[in-house]
């Protein structure tokens, strides 16, 4: 098991660009999110989890008292001494978790957990990466018109090219490659929102750049 998901995170994190210690993270906090869906609470838990081979430990941190008033965050001072015999009164216990213990319908919500977590942090990274594009152009695939506006794959997101930004008259087919300017990078709950154009002025100066070489070199200046 330990070996899956260390190999998960592993794949995660070259097919995602998402860091291991983000994945890490995301399944600590799913199991206190169980903890606290199983027990009603989780202010004593603790996760420990090894970032090199996955192997996690979860614990509860009970106190030990004469008489157990609430058992999710005190233990007896009898169970203590099973535990070490050197355990008193006031001192803190560190009892292991088990995660069959959570339960079904914890571990399901453990997993939402996680899998909300990638999903973030997948927007983030395309967010990232597409902004750092921005005023910019790229090349993009033609997919299909939405209403007056053509909807561009850039290879991982679609983006948008509005009528306002469309050249008069020119007409794309689907899967056509065309060329366009990056003019404008939003951060969505949906992931990145991308703007484009195929009449700003950028463009025109871009396209003589990387065709004209006086143009690149500066020899000529638009």
């Given at each position: 098991?330990?070996?899956?998901?260390?190999?998960?995170?592993?794949?995660?994190?070259?097919?995602?660009?998402?860091?291991?210690?983000?994945?890490?993270?995301?399944?600590?906090?799913?199991?206190?999110?169980?903890?606290?869906?199983?027990?009603?609470?989780?202010?004593?838990?603790?996760?420990?989890?090894?970032?090199?081979?996955?192997?996690?430990?979860?614990?509860?941190?009970?106190?030990?008292?004469?008489?157990?008033?609430?058992?999710?965050?005190?233990?007896?001072?009898?169970?203590?001494?099973?535990?070490?015999?050197?355990?008193?009164?006031?001192?803190?216990?560190?009892?292991?978790?088990?995660?069959?213990?959570?339960?079904?319908?914890?571990?399901?919500?453990?997993?939402?957990?996680?899998?909300?977590?990638?999903?973030?942090?997948?927007?983030?990274?395309?967010?990232?990466?597409?902004?750092?594009?921005?005023?910019?152009?790229?090349?993009?695939?033609?997919?299909?018109?939405?209403?007056?506006?053509?909807?561009?794959?850039?290879?991982?997101?679609?983006?948008?090219?509005?009528?306002?930004?469309?050249?008069?008259?020119?007409?794309?087919?689907p899967t056509e490659r065309i060329k366009?300017?990056?003019?404008?990078?939003?951060?969505?709950?949906?992931?990145?929102?991308?703007?484009?154009?195929?009449?700003?002025?950028?463009?025109?100066?871009?396209?003589?750049?990387?065709?004209?070489?006086?143009?690149?070199?500066?020899?000529?200046?638009?």
């Open positions: 098991m330990k070996n899956e998901l260390l190999e998960a995170l592993t794949i995660l994190e070259q097919e995602k660009k998402i860091s291991k210690e983000t994945l890490i993270e995301a399944i600590e906090n799913s199991l206190v999110t169980a903890c606290k869906n199983h027990f009603g609470k989780s202010d004593n838990v603790k996760v420990q989890m090894n970032p090199e081979t996955c192997e996690y430990h979860v614990f509860q941190e009970k106190t030990v008292v004469e008489t157990v008033e609430d058992p999710v965050m005190e233990i007896s001072l009898a169970k203590a001494k099973m535990m070490d015999a050197h355990y008193e009164v006031g001192d803190i216990v560190n009892v292991e978790i088990k995660s069959q213990e959570f339960g079904r319908i914890a571990t399901q919500n453990a997993k939402n957990v996680i899998l909300q977590k990638i999903r973030e942090e997948e927007r983030k990274v395309l967010f990232s990466e597409y902004y750092s594009k921005e005023k910019d152009i790229v090349t993009g695939i033609v997919q299909r018109n939405i209403g007056r506006n053509i909807s561009i794959n850039l290879g991982k997101v679609d983006a948008i090219l509005t009528e306002n930004e469309q050249v008069k008259k020119e007409v794309f087919q366009v300017y990056i003019h404008e990078v939003k951060s969505t709950p949906k992931g990145p929102k991308i703007l484009v154009s195929r009449t700003h002025p950028e463009l025109v100066k871009r396209l003589f750049e990387s065709e004209v070489s006086e143009v690149r070199e500066g020899i000529v200046e638009i």
